[in-house]
């Protein structure tokens, strides 16, 4: 067998290896979980409380690039691409928080499009939080929060670089959005005109559904300008007047949808476009 092939060899099982090398949590399954395993997106594992079951996605550390570059149609001059790296892994609820989770936990549903099964909406970032310490009363195991921004467009993106997770365009098939105003040109399709069940449309990679439209998530961080410069573990500032909203929503244009499309909104701001995802943190 010729040297040269067999070093090549070498240096395509060691590039095999990188890819397809897993940087597990500390802890799995964790004593709080309900049911839990590994499918094709990777690693999964749900609590359920008074009936209602809530999943969560890991998400392994790494590094990407953030915000959107100059070139991508219909941007906004605050989405400055700059690297971020997530020093750790985390996990991310592969739903908006539903309705039924809602009520079962604050016993009230304050949605204006009312179903168990969609989003719980006309909720304020104080509200999210107001729910996130009374489950984390009941369940301080769980140790629930709101993903920070970097989180939440890592997970989004789920290793993609285009504009959408699966690429340069959308339509309603994909995204609960207006579409009677599509993306960069792109074809007119659907407009609900309310909001759909959070498993009603397709995931993306990581298994995570509805990063794009149906409701606006509220993120931890306050809103700011991006630094320029790389930056590990982004947490925003410690004060600000806003915070953070991503994704788009049922009622948005295309390009409020996009994986960088952030949003400042008072926290006390309540909408029925916009909504929450849990994530969990250490």
């Not at 149609?73 to 739903?95: M, N």
């Not at 007119?188 to 990581?206: C, F, H, I, M």
């Not at 994986?259 to 476009?273: E, I, L, W």
């Amino acid at each position: 067998m010729p040297f040269g092939y067999c070093i090549l060899r070498v240096c395509e099982i060691a590039i095999m290896h990188i890819r397809t090398h897993k940087i597990f949590p500390e802890e799995f399954p964790e004593s709080w979980a309900s049911d839990w395993g590994e499918d094709e997106y990777g690693l999964w594992m749900a609590f359920t409380y008074k009936g209602v079951r809530q999943a969560f996605r890991w998400c392994e550390p790494g590094t990407f690039l953030m915000g959107s570059p100059e070139d991508e149609p219909e941007r906004y001059d605050y989405e400055l691409q700059h690297e971020v790296t997530l020093s750790k892994g985390f996990w991310i609820a592969d739903t908006p928080v539903t309705q039924a989770l809602w009520q079962v936990v604050m016993g009230e549903n304050p949605s204006e499009f009312e179903g168990e099964e969609r989003p719980v909406e006309q909720v304020s970032w104080d509200d999210a939080q107001a729910f996130i310490d009374k489950m984390n009363g009941l369940k301080p195991e769980l140790k629930l929060c709101l993903p920070t921004e970097a989180q939440w467009e890592y997970a989004c993106r789920a290793d993609s670089t285009t504009p959408f997770c699966w690429g340069d365009q959308i339509d309603s098939a994909l995204v609960n959005f207006d579409g009677n105003y599509p993306y960069s040109n792109g074809r007119k399709s659907e407009y609900r005109g309310q909001t759909v069940d959070v498993k009603a449309l397709p995931s993306n990679d990581w298994g995570l559904h509805q990063m794009h439209g149906n409701v606006r998530e509220w993120c931890q961080d306050w809103f700011a300008d991006y630094p320029a410069q790389p930056i590990v573990d982004l947490q925003g500032p410690q004060s600000g007047v806003s915070r953070v909203l991503r994704g788009g929503s049922w009622i948005d244009r295309g390009r409020r949808c996009r994986s960088a499309y952030r949003d400042p909104n008072g926290p006390s701001g309540r909408y029925s476009r916009i909504g929450f995802r849990l994530a969990r943190g250490h």
